[in-house]
Structures are given as structure tokens and as C-alpha cells.
């Protein structure tokens, strides 16, 4: 379980915002992840809740989750509690972004 979780969040940073040119990971958007047997559920926010990606990030974040090795199922359920802040960077993105 811990494995194929691991190669979820690795898939998962295939997928980048297409403005800022940083992975829904390390952007922190990804708020939460369940997995049994082979389907999966992600909890995923935006920066915005007028991000006009929304839809194709939704669309990355199921194809890249669904060629994972024993994914039979995925769902993304966008959730906007709590709200996303410059804080849920990670630090490489906060490097790239300049903001330290």
C-alpha cells in the first residue's frame, strides 16, 4: 500500500501547472490520497477557485494516476478547505518561485 502510493505521488508530479510550470505536488495541491484495491481517490484544491486549468489539471491527474501499475479506478473530488496558500509550496517550488 505504501508502495503504490509512493508511485501515485511520483505519477502525480507529471503533472504541472501550465502557468507556473510547477507539479501539482510541490505545488500542494494534493490534500489528500486513498487507495483500495486499485481505485484510487485524491483530494485536490487549486490555487484559485477561477483557475481556468482546473479542468485539464483534473483531466493530467487522472490519466497520469490511471497508467500506475494496479490502478483500476481513479476520482479526484476538488475540495477548497481549507483554502490553498503560498505556504503549501513545497521548498523546491518556493526556490523556483523565488520565494524564500
Known amino acids: 500500500m505504501v508502495e503504490l502510493k509512493q508511485e501515485i505521488l511520483e505519477a502525480l508530479k507529471n503533472v ?3 502557468e507556473l510550470r510547477l507539479n ?3 505545488l500542494g495541491l494534493i490534500y489528500g490520497l486513498a487507495s483500495s484495491a486499485g481505485k ?4 485536490m484544491t487549486a490555487t484559485t477557485p ?3 486549468y482546473l479542468p485539464q489539471l483534473i483531466h493530467d491527474v487522472e ?3 490511471g497508467n500506475v501499475f494496479g490502478v ?3 476520482k479526484v473530488e476538488i475540495v477548497w478547505a481549507p483554502p490553498w496558500s503560498p505556504a503549501k509550496l513545497s521548498q523546491e517550488a518556493k526556490a523556483q ?3 524564500l
Open 97 to 99: 518561485l523565488g520565494i
Open 50 to 52: 477561477f483557475c481556468p
Open 24 to 26: 501539482v505536488v510541490d
Open 40 to 43: 484510487v481517490k485524491i483530494k
Open 16 to 18: 504541472e501547472d501550465p
Open 63 to 65: 490519466k497520469e494516476v
Open 72 to 74: 483500476k479506478e481513479v
